[in-house]
């Protein structure tokens, strides 16, 4: 297996800046390219304001351009459906108990959203666990536009670049090898020109130069992202899969706002026979009568929509945003509903389930590689213990019957107390509950033990 070492020495003869050619690769530009791409529609540049304006009634007239922002919405449902509740730990009891500390003082809740949130925007993000100043354990998120994950010929995961250029043209390289991080800039350095390969004309370059060089005990940052069919490397997200859905909704709706306004709230005014001599020529003109001939006739006229078509093919482009977008039909108000079970529910949102299912798999193996990372900084690396994650979906639920349920299965010793908590939607903190559950048991056996033989100093005896 190809390491970052032997990558360099082969794709770059040893050259000590290999990054900055890294970076210029045609499968990076490609990727921060559809970053930015996404970036400025979720910021409002959609194809629809692309709409040119025409001339109405030897006027200008400015067509609609609507934009949507369904999308902003679609995405944080989808996030907060798999992780706007905290995870829920489990494993063995005393690791368990020290990771969620690590969590607590980490602020992880805030941290797994914002990686959820990436990987359904950009199909990708990246979290790079690090000790800060007070000595708690957390991680940083990557901005993914900034991201260059550097992978070997045969696909191995060697080496990560976080790159970016600030308003003042200095750039920056933060070079991530498995044992140190190196942070490079050619802020201060000396300009020299040089011909650009495509258009010949010089161009000012800047060396850059190393800032510092530190250890790494947490290894490169975590890669998590949905594997895209067109490249292995790279995620693909849910926003590029529903905007060209989107991009129809909006030029439907803009083009029938001005049908509309144009066709439909501004008739014309016709008439059919010859006036009379003398009558009111001019179109605004309000209170006259205007004379004709018998049988003339004046009226308003304005076109006619086929709003049977329109519904129809408005409806059709929803429920393919929805089926796309693995959206609920409840949540667009296309379904009405009254009092339902846990299983109707489940059925409602069982769309939203297999989106979160897919996107668990993701945020699991994210989750695996980040508890081992842990467990080293912790010193928890013993093979008999074990963590895992619980993922509580955002779903709306039967309260009662599920807590019917577990009482149940309980009462009938097919389920423990501690698997109660954790399934239970009344406790999101298993551990901090368990260890209330003990001191209140443990206050219950010693007020059994006592000796009822003994009476206080208030009681009189004779």
């Not at 993000?125 to 708690?136: K, L, M, R, T, V």
């Not at 490249?231 to 803009?254: A, K, T």
Request: aromatic residues 12%.
């Amino acid at each position: 297996m190809m390491d970052i070492n032997y990558y360099i020495k082969t794709a770059y003869n040893d050259n000590p800046l290999w990054f900055m050619r890294e970076v210029e690769k045609p499968h990076h530009i490609m990727r921060i390219a559809k970053c930015f791409r996404l970036k400025n529609y979720l910021h409002g540049k959609h194809e629809v304001l692309n709409r040119q304006d025409t001339v109405y009634k030897n006027q200008k007239f400015t067509v609609r351009k609507i934009v949507l922002h369904n999308t902003k919405t679609i995405l944080n449902f989808h996030s907060n459906y798999l992780l706007g509740k905290p995870v829920t730990l489990a494993g063995t009891e005393s690791l368990v108990s020290d990771i969620q500390s690590v969590y607590n003082y980490g602020n992880y809740n805030s941290i797994d959203w914002e990686l959820m949130d990436k990987v359904g925007k950009y199909g990708d993000s990246f979290e790079f666990i690090y000790i800060d100043d007070n000595g708690n354990i957390t991680s940083k998120v990557f901005d993914s536009s900034c991201s260059y994950p550097v992978f070997a010929d045969d696909g191995t995961y060697i080496a990560f670049i976080e790159h970016w250029t600030n308003k003042e043209n200095i750039s920056y390289w933060n070079v991530y090898y498995p044992d140190r991080v190196e942070e490079w800039s050619n802020e201060g350095s000396s300009p020299y020109s040089k011909p650009d390969k495509n258009t010949g004309k010089d161009v000012v370059y800047y060396d850059p130069h190393m800032l510092s060089s530190t250890e790494n005990s947490t290894g490169l940052p975590i890669h998590y992202y949905n594997p895209s069919d067109w490249d292995f490397r790279e995620g693909e997200g849910l926003l590029e899969l529903i905007q060209p859905i989107m991009d129809e909704l909006e030029d439907i709706y803009s083009k029938m706002g001005d049908s509309i306004y144009t066709l439909s709230l501004n008739p014309l005014l016709v008439s059919t026979g010859q006036p009379f001599q003398g009558a009111i020529k001019n179109n605004d003109a309000v209170g006259y009568m205007f004379n004709m001939e018998l049988g003339g006739e004046l009226k308003y006229v304005a076109s006619t929509m086929d709003s049977n078509s329109i519904k129809l093919y408005l409806n059709e482009i929803q429920n393919q945003l929805n089926f796309n977008a693995y959206m609920p039909s409840i949540l667009g108000g296309n379904t009405n509903i009254a009092n339902v079970s846990e299983v109707s529910l489940r059925m409602l949102y069982q769309l939203a389930d297999v989106y979160a299912m897919l996107n668990e798999r993701v945020m699991r193996n994210g989750f695996n590689e980040r508890f081992n990372v842990i467990r080293k900084l912790l010193g928890r690396e013993v093979k008999g213990e074990y963590i895992n994650v619980e993922f509580n979906y955002a779903r709306p639920q039967n309260v009662t019957e599920t807590l019917d349920n577990i009482q149940k299965q309980v009462e009938m010793g097919a389920m423990s107390i501690e698997t109660a908590v954790e399934k239970s939607p009344l406790t999101p903190d298993k551990t901090q509950e368990l260890e209330r559950l003990k001191k209140d048991n443990k206050g219950k056996t010693d007020n059994s033990n006592i000796d009822t033989n003994v009476v206080n100093n208030d009681t009189v005896t004779e």
